[in-house]
Each structure stands twice: as structure tokens, then as C-alpha cells.
């Protein structure tokens, strides 16, 4: 069965500091790969995904993901990061094919920025 | 274009109580995918949804259920509530016929259990 990991529940970084929370993942096959965040109250939002192709993806708000077989993960990066960038992040997998389609989520890191 | 739109954002139950919830997808958007998110479990996938059809569920009992209409709009009713089904409950929708992938989620609805 398909699982996420992220190892990280809780980082704290200073803002304009760099960033990189971890995910891998467990699949049968190249998944597809995404990132959400989940500001407080408030539902999951796309920061970037990945299908196929360059493992290098951007996403919205300066994030950048990179996806890498050999270690099955995908991990999410950003160079400075801003005090509003304050929430919860989520990787998850999904099938690359077919109609029954469902997302498996990792169970989050939650990121504090200091002033 | 309207985004995902969660009715109620709040509610209240008390044990042994019924609740639903409703989900209107973004326009377009023919597949209606359910979650539920607690601070133990994570996201958990409940069941999804396509041109009326649950094309595909996740391992929840079957105090759990929904529905989708014709103009793709969805809801999911819990009977029998218990003190543990306390959770979000996040929609999802997505166009349904490529597999893209990309989910689009609503607020949620916050569902306390006492």
C-alpha cells in the first residue's frame, strides 16, 4: 500500500532564513507528487506538483520541489522564507493512471517563523 | 471562478445525532472527492465521486455515506455520530475526466462530536 512520510512535525525557522521540509514516499510506480499548505481554518492549497519530467518543479509563492527516484522523495524547498509562509504543509501521492482516484497524504509538518 | 464552497463551516453535534454536509465543486468540475482531518489521524480519504457514481471509497464504516447530484454538487451524511468522528471534513473537486491529479479543496466543514 502507498504511504508518505515526513519525518519533520514541527520546524522553526527565522524568516529570511532557507527552508527544506522532507517527504518521501512509498509507491509501486512513479506517483504522482504534490505539496499543499494549510494556513489555519482554512482548507488545502496547491503549491506545486509533480508528473513527469524535470524533477525540478516551481510552484507558487517561491517554492520549489525536487524529485528524486533513487530515494523516493520529494522534498520542498524555499531560499527565504516569509513570515506569512507560517502554516501547515502537506505532501501526498496519487495514482499516475486510472479512474479511482484518491490522494494518500503524509500526516504534515507544521513550519513557525521567527521575526 | 467560484472555488469549492463548504456548508456549514461549523456545527454541533451530540452523540447518536445524524449530521450532513455539503459540498458545491467548482464549476465544471465533474468529481467530488471527501476527506476527513484529525490532529491524530491526518487526511484521510472517504470516498469520491463522479457523474453521480462513487467510483471510489476509503476504509471508513458505513455510518459514512454520500451522495452527488446531477449538477455535480455533493454531500456526505455520518449517522450515528461518535465522540471520535470530531474532524474536519474537507471537499475536493477536480474535472473528473483526465486524471490531472490536482484536487481543489474547499474550507472544510468543522464538525465537533459531544
Known amino acids: 500500500a502507498q504511504s508518505v512520510t515526513q519525518p519533520d512535525i514541527h520546524i522553526t525557522v527565522s524568516e529570511g532564513a532557507s527552508l527544506e521540509l522532507r517527504c518521501n514516499y512509498s509507491?509501486?510506480?512513479?506517483?504522482?507528487l504534490f505539496w499543499y499548505v494549510q494556513s489555519p481554518g482554512q482548507g488545502l492549497q496547491l503549491l506545486l506538483k509533480y508528473f513527469s519530467g524535470d524533477t525540478l518543479v516551481q510552484g507558487i509563492k517561491g517554492f520549489e520541489a525536487e524529485f528524486k527516484r533513487s530515494q523516493s522523495s520529494f522534498n520542498l524547498r524555499k531560499p527565504s522564507v516569509h513570515w506569512s509562509d507560517a502554516a501547515e504543509y502537506f505532501c501526498?501521492?496519487?495514482?499516475?493512471?486510472?479512474?479511482?482516484?484518491?490522494?494518500?497524504f503524509g500526516k504534515g509538518t507544521l513550519l513557525t517563523v521567527n521575526p | 471562478k467560484a472555488g469549492v464552497t463548504q456548508t456549514p463551516r461549523y456545527l454541533i453535534k451530540t452523540r447518536g445525532q445524524q449530521v450532513t454536509l455539503s459540498c458545491s465543486p467548482i464549476?465544471?468540475?465533474?468529481?467530488v472527492s471527501w476527506y476527513q482531518q484529525t490532529p491524530g489521524q491526518g487526511l484521510q480519504f472517504l470516498f469520491e465521486y463522479f457523474s453521480e457514481t462513487q467510483r471510489n471509497k476509503g476504509n471508513f464504516p458505513g455510518r459514512f455515506s454520500g451522495r452527488q447530484f446531477s449538477n455535480s454538487r455533493s454531500e456526505m451524511n455520518v449517522s450515528t455520530l461518535e465522540l471520535g468522528d470530531s474532524a474536519l471534513y474537507l471537499c475536493a473537486s477536480s474535472p473528473g475526466t483526465v486524471q490531472t491529479g490536482e484536487l481543489f479543496f474547499g474550507e472544510g466543514s468543522r464538525l465537533t462530536v459531544l
Open positions: 464549476s465544471g468540475h465533474r468529481s
Open positions: 501526498a501521492v496519487g495514482p499516475p493512471q486510472g479512474s479511482n482516484y484518491k490522494l494518500t
Open positions: 509507491y509501486g510506480a512513479t506517483p504522482y
